[in-house]
Protein backbone atom coordinates (compact mmCIF):
# COMPACT_ATOMS: atom_id res chain seq x y z
CA UNK A 1 0.00 0.00 0.00
CA UNK A 2 3.02 2.21 0.91
CA UNK A 3 4.83 1.18 -2.27
CA UNK A 4 1.72 2.39 -4.12
CA UNK A 5 0.90 5.69 -2.97
CA UNK A 6 4.92 6.90 -3.22
CA UNK A 7 4.36 6.02 -6.62
CA UNK A 8 1.26 8.10 -6.95
CA UNK A 9 3.26 10.96 -5.41
CA UNK A 10 6.19 11.24 -8.07
CA UNK A 11 3.35 10.18 -10.75
CA UNK A 12 1.55 13.10 -9.86
CA UNK A 13 1.81 16.59 -11.59
CA UNK A 14 2.69 19.52 -9.63
CA UNK A 15 1.45 22.60 -10.05
CA UNK A 16 2.80 25.91 -8.09
CA UNK A 17 0.80 28.37 -8.70
CA UNK A 18 -1.68 30.27 -11.79
CA UNK A 19 1.10 31.43 -14.17
CA UNK A 20 1.06 34.58 -15.17
CA UNK A 21 -0.17 36.36 -17.16
CA UNK A 22 -3.54 34.93 -16.80
CA UNK A 23 -4.11 32.31 -19.53
CA UNK A 24 -6.53 29.71 -19.77
CA UNK A 25 -5.81 26.49 -19.52
CA UNK A 26 -5.58 23.41 -22.40
CA UNK A 27 -7.48 20.83 -20.08
CA UNK A 28 -6.14 20.50 -16.94
CA UNK A 29 -7.81 22.73 -15.49
CA UNK A 30 -9.38 26.86 -15.78
CA UNK A 31 -6.32 28.21 -15.91
CA UNK A 32 -2.23 27.82 -17.14
CA UNK A 33 -0.50 26.40 -13.68
CA UNK A 34 3.22 26.74 -13.81
CA UNK A 35 5.04 23.63 -13.25
CA UNK A 36 9.08 24.63 -12.57
CA UNK A 37 10.49 26.73 -10.19
CA UNK A 38 11.59 28.78 -13.09
CA UNK A 39 8.01 29.21 -14.27
CA UNK A 40 6.78 30.00 -11.26
CA UNK A 41 9.45 32.81 -9.67
CA UNK A 42 8.99 33.98 -13.39
CA UNK A 43 4.96 34.51 -13.04
CA UNK A 44 5.87 35.85 -9.39
CA UNK A 45 8.47 38.43 -10.64
CA UNK A 46 5.70 39.13 -13.45
CA UNK A 47 3.21 40.07 -10.88
CA UNK A 48 5.43 42.06 -8.87
CA UNK A 49 6.52 44.45 -12.20
CA UNK A 50 2.88 44.66 -13.40
CA UNK A 51 1.08 45.44 -9.57
CA UNK A 52 1.56 48.98 -9.07
CA UNK A 53 2.38 50.36 -5.43
CA UNK A 54 -0.77 50.64 -3.08
CA UNK A 55 -3.16 48.17 -5.31
CA UNK A 56 -2.78 45.53 -3.37
CA UNK A 57 -4.32 45.13 -0.18
CA UNK A 58 -2.62 44.91 2.99
CA UNK A 59 0.71 45.30 1.00
CA UNK A 60 0.57 48.83 0.23
CA UNK A 61 4.28 48.78 -0.49
CA UNK A 62 4.20 45.37 -2.84
CA UNK A 63 4.59 46.64 -6.93
CA UNK A 64 6.46 48.82 -9.29
CA UNK A 65 5.93 52.39 -10.38
CA UNK A 66 6.07 50.70 -13.73
CA UNK A 67 2.35 51.59 -14.71
CA UNK A 68 2.79 55.12 -12.74
CA UNK A 69 5.61 55.94 -15.30
CA UNK A 70 3.23 55.81 -18.52
CA UNK A 71 2.44 59.15 -17.73
CA UNK A 72 5.87 60.92 -17.15
CA UNK A 73 8.11 61.77 -19.75
CA UNK A 74 10.29 59.06 -20.51
CA UNK A 75 14.73 59.92 -19.77
CA UNK A 76 17.19 58.14 -19.54
CA UNK A 77 17.03 59.11 -15.78
CA UNK A 78 13.58 57.48 -15.61
CA UNK A 79 14.54 54.49 -16.88
CA UNK A 80 17.72 54.46 -14.66
CA UNK A 81 15.00 55.20 -12.03
CA UNK A 82 13.33 52.58 -12.80
CA UNK A 83 15.69 49.55 -12.97
CA UNK A 84 16.94 50.17 -9.73
CA UNK A 85 13.82 49.81 -8.22
CA UNK A 86 12.45 46.68 -10.15
CA UNK A 87 16.34 45.12 -9.13
CA UNK A 88 15.23 46.15 -5.14
CA UNK A 89 11.97 45.39 -5.39
CA UNK A 90 12.69 42.28 -7.21
CA UNK A 91 15.97 40.91 -4.52
CA UNK A 92 13.11 41.63 -1.05
CA UNK A 93 9.84 39.80 -2.83
CA UNK A 94 11.26 37.47 -5.13
CA UNK A 95 14.47 36.80 -3.24
CA UNK A 96 14.94 33.47 -4.93
CA UNK A 97 15.88 34.64 -8.60
CA UNK A 98 18.87 37.01 -9.25
CA UNK A 99 18.73 39.83 -11.93
CA UNK A 100 21.07 39.57 -14.30
CA UNK A 101 20.38 42.81 -16.11
CA UNK A 102 17.51 44.69 -17.32
CA UNK A 103 18.28 45.93 -20.75
CA UNK A 104 16.44 48.88 -23.16
CA UNK A 105 16.85 47.61 -26.46
CA UNK A 106 15.82 50.83 -28.63
CA UNK A 107 16.07 53.64 -25.88
CA UNK A 108 16.28 56.35 -28.34
CA UNK A 109 13.23 55.22 -30.22
CA UNK A 110 11.34 54.30 -26.21
CA UNK A 111 12.47 57.97 -25.06
CA UNK A 112 10.99 59.92 -28.47
CA UNK A 113 7.84 57.81 -28.23
CA UNK A 114 7.63 57.97 -24.39
CA UNK A 115 7.45 54.41 -24.31
CA UNK A 116 9.10 51.78 -22.05
CA UNK A 117 10.39 48.48 -23.86
CA UNK A 118 12.72 46.22 -21.80
CA UNK A 119 14.28 42.67 -20.96
CA UNK A 120 14.56 41.63 -17.64
CA UNK A 121 17.24 38.79 -17.59
CA UNK A 122 17.17 36.54 -14.73
CA UNK A 123 18.33 33.50 -12.64
CA UNK A 124 17.36 31.04 -9.74
CA UNK A 125 19.85 31.77 -7.15
CA UNK A 126 20.22 27.72 -6.41
CA UNK A 127 21.01 27.04 -9.44
CA UNK A 128 22.17 30.12 -11.55
CA UNK A 129 22.04 28.12 -15.27
CA UNK A 130 18.68 28.22 -14.87
CA UNK A 131 17.72 31.51 -16.72
CA UNK A 132 15.06 33.01 -18.46
CA UNK A 133 13.65 36.35 -19.36
CA UNK A 134 10.74 38.56 -18.92
CA UNK A 135 9.34 41.66 -22.01
CA UNK A 136 7.91 44.59 -21.31
CA UNK A 137 6.79 46.72 -23.76
CA UNK A 138 4.67 49.77 -22.31
CA UNK A 139 3.26 52.95 -24.15
CA UNK A 140 0.53 55.35 -23.92
Known amino acids: MAKKRR ?4 NKVNN ?3 KNPIQNADGDGIFQMTKTSIDK ?3 NLYTLIFTGVG ?3 MVPEFGTRLKYMLFE ?3 KDVLASLKSEIISKANFWVPEIDII ?3 YPDIESDIE ?3 INMKILFSLKVDPDIQDF ?6 V
Request: charged share 30%.
Open 7 to 10: TEAF
Open 16 to 18: FNI
Open 41 to 43: YKS
Open 55 to 57: ERV
Open 73 to 75: NIT
Open 101 to 103: DIE
Open 113 to 115: NNR
Open 134 to 139: IEVDLG
